[in-house]
Every structure is written in C-alpha cells, then in structure tokens.
C-alpha cells in the first residue's frame, strides 16, 4: 500500500455479522468507494453490540486512522447503541438534534413521533448529521468519524451524501492482468523481484479455478501514480508471456471461483 | 453475548479484502460453525499484507481471545507472509516441516519441488500442519492461533480438518421470529424490557423489506441455555402479536432485502 496517502479505517458494529446471521454487503462498497476518491482502507473491525467494546475500538482507530467510517447500531432499539457509544469516545453528551428531530415529526406525523423514535435524533453534542434519503433518520460526523446505517441500501445513500464533504487523497488505480493455465510458484521468485523494485506499488498475487475446472492466476497491482503503474502492468504481462501462457488484460470474467 | 463461553476472533489478511477486489466469503461460514461449537466470534480483523502489522494484531488477538482463526497469506507468492509474520509473534523461526515438505514433493514431482513451491511447508517451529485434502499446501495450528488459506473452498476444507481437534464450549442456539407490517420503534421499548429481564440472551432486531416492497423485522435471541431461550422465545412471540401483526417463526425467507 502506497505510505502517503490518508487511510481510512470501518469499523461493523453488530452481532448479526459476528454471529454468521447476516452476511456483510457494505465492506468492499465502502473499499471500493474510499479507495477511488484516495483514502484506502487500511483495517476493518467487526465488534459486538457492547458499548466498553464500541468505545474502545472507536478511540483506537481515530486515533491511527485519518477517517474512521462505522456501519450498523443507529436504529431506534436496544441493540441500537452506536450513538451512545460515539458519544462516550469523544466525550460529550447524547442531545436532541432539533432539525433531526424536525424531519423525523414531519416524517412519521408529530403524534407518531414517538419516545423511541425519537431515540434516532439523539446525536452526540457536536455531530453533524448526514442525510439518510431512504428512511430519514439520520447518520452523523463527529471528529473523523463517520457513522452510517448498517443496512446496505440506507449505507450507500448515507455515503453518497457524505462523499461531497470528505477531503480527497490521490485516488488509487489498479491495473490487472491474469491468464490461465499458469501457477503461482513458477512466477513467484521474479513477482518478488519486481515488488522488490517497486516499493510503492501493491503486488498481489490470486489463484483461482473457473468453475470449468481451468484454473490460473491474477497479478494485481494498485498504487496512486499511473506511470509507475504502468511500467508495471508491463513487466507483469511479460512475466505472464515468459511462461508461455497468454496474458488477458483485466480480471478474469464472472465465474472464476 | 453469553460472557461465560469461551471466544474466539477471526484475523482475515489480505490486501484483495481491504481493495474491494474480493468479496469475503470466509467470515460468515466460520462465524456459524464457530457458534455450533460453543468458541462464538467475538471480534473479526481484516488486515494489509504488512509484516508489522499481521503481528501486533495476532499478538494482541491471541493475548484477548481463546482461539484466533487466521484466513488468507499462505500461498507461494510474496505476498503470502502470514507463516513468517506468525513465526514472529510466536517469537520461533519459520523453519521446513519435513512431513509438509514429503507430502507436497509426492503432490508436485521431487523435480518441480521448487523453492518457492517449498516455501509452502515452512512452519513456525513447534506448529502443527492442518492438513489441505484440496491443494495440499497445509495450515497450521500454533499455541491457541489456527492459519488457513483464504480461498475459501480450501478454508472450509482445512476448517474441517481442524474440527475434531478443536475444544468444545456450550453451543450457541438460536431463536427467531418475524412480521411484516411491524415497525421497531413500535416495539422498542418492550424489548428493551425483555432484554433487560434477560441478560444473558442476546435479542437482536433487525428491520428489512422485501423486493416486492412488504417491510417487516426479524427479532432473534441467542445463547446457550435453551430452557431461557425457550422462554424468552414466548415472549418475542407475544410482543409481535400484541401489535396486531402475525408471527411468523424463524427468518424470513429468501428474498428479503
């Protein structure tokens, strides 16, 4: 991973994921996302609804991290403790956002606006909220922290209302070349060579199998300056060619398993 | 979360996961297995290929947790640096385990048992080879950390391996009811309550909406006593019906969104 550019860090919070119940879908959008406008994910968190665990880990991470992102814990229940938590990490308290809490009445009617919903306008002192266009109630920004829905849908259009307002990093490209019929330990020794040559550039390496039974490899290399990622992607399509295998730009098509 | 059961947590290495490129696939199986065996997830990490890095927080989750599952970083490539960053948190040299060695010689012809192809039966000394029934490079177990690839065909197979050598804990069972037409924050604070009578039970409430437009909420309550289970279970059940709606027993089905 390029060194200088910013670095962002997710933190799930929510037994559902830990417990195997529910599969993660916001990991790799955010990945993606965050890496395009240059602010890579360097650590992702799963941690259970336990608020010293929330605290702690949330302190850790703004404290090593440019960006902090959080998914999960913002509804109106009992195992909706995100907000408490944020709050306690930065040490201010929980308050009545009043134009949350305006939206909310308008949305649910003034005489629905109940006690437990208005749970979902309760932001730590100091946050500013971000707009959720799906189901109203609100994520927010506190310090470097971004916290968010953990429903995937509700996420991604808290995201995009939040992307606006996050500063930009030099976005990071990939540049990809794969082949089949080929095996990760006859290229091995020159892949490391050319990594070795290259420090600020990421070389990974992926075996995979279509479900066909052919089987092959992908070089991918990810880095922030197109130039030295080019003079990459050549010495990787030759390493491909070398071996007598035929290099196929990009990753391989859907069904590579 | 039951605090009594002993605990385990998921170290995933890769910079493919952190990129976006790559959808994890492993954190979910393991979750649900580790739960049928009573060693339940109690926190997940997804790290860079970073030396530095793979050990301060192998040494950390080792230090935390009962067991410590690790996933991806064992092929022949450069960035396959878990055997080696592993060996160091253990404070013992990566050395060739001669058993691994034999059987991947058998596996590749003594005369294409090339070093890199070698580097794969390089074990921190003292480990113990989880064996590999799909491509034979094999895991390994050291102290209370277990190393598996990160394809996840051959994690599952290498997870099997493991199984029988793994301590039990009381399994964590699982209750579940939903409806449709049913809002949390209708519900919230009788949950709460039920909640709070039963602390050692987990209840989760999680909202979602079907494709075809139908929302609804699933509540679940985890843990390892059935008899409370069951009775907590009665309660979910009655708190559902007592809004009017219709509970539906277990998840709902595919399909919600």
């Known amino acids: 991973m390029t060194k200088t550019s910013p670095s962002s860090a997710l933190l799930i919070i929510g037994n559902e994921i830990l417990s195997g119940r529910t599969q993660d ?12 406008i240059g602010l890579p994910l360097r650590e992702v968190r799963v941690v259970p609804d336990v608020h010293e665990v929330i605290v702690r880990t949330v302190d850790e991470l703004r404290a090593r991290f440019n960006h902090v992102f959080t998914t999960g814990g913002i509804g109106p229940t009992h195992d909706d403790i995100t907000a408490e938590c944020i709050a306690a990490a930065f040490g201010v308290p929980l308050e009545l956002h009043p134009a949350s809490a305006a939206l909310l009445a308008a949305h649910y009617g003034q005489e629905n606006f109940t006690p437990a919903r208005q749970r979902m306008a309760m932001l ?6 971000i707009a959720n266009p799906v189901s109203v109630a609100p994520g927010f920004t506190i310090g470097n922290v971004h916290v968010m829905a953990g429903v995937p ?32 330990s006859l290229i091995s020794d020159k892949l490391r060579k050319i990594q070795e040559d290259e420090p600020l550039i990421d070389i990974g390496s992926y075996p995979w199998r ?24 050549e010495k990787l399509k030759t390493l491909i060619s070398d071996t007598g295998a035929t290099p196929v730009e990009g990753e391989p098509e859907q069904g590579a398993a």
Chains 1, 2 share one sequence.
């Not at 039974?213 to 990459?232: E, N």
């Open 25 to 36: 879908a916001n990991l790799r959008f955010l990945a993606k996302n965050l890496g395009e």
């Open 210 to 233: 279509f479900k066909d039974g052919r089987k092959g490899v992908t070089l991918v290399a990810k880095g922030t300056d197109p130039a030295i990622l080019d003079s990459v992607s």
């Open 124 to 129: 730590p002192r100091g946050a500013t909220p």
């Open 153 to 184: 849908s509700i996420m991604q259009s808290m995201f995009m209302e939040l992307l606006p307002e996050l500063p930009r990093g030099t976005p990071v490209q990939s540049r990809a070349w794969h082949a089949v019929d080929i095996y990760e």
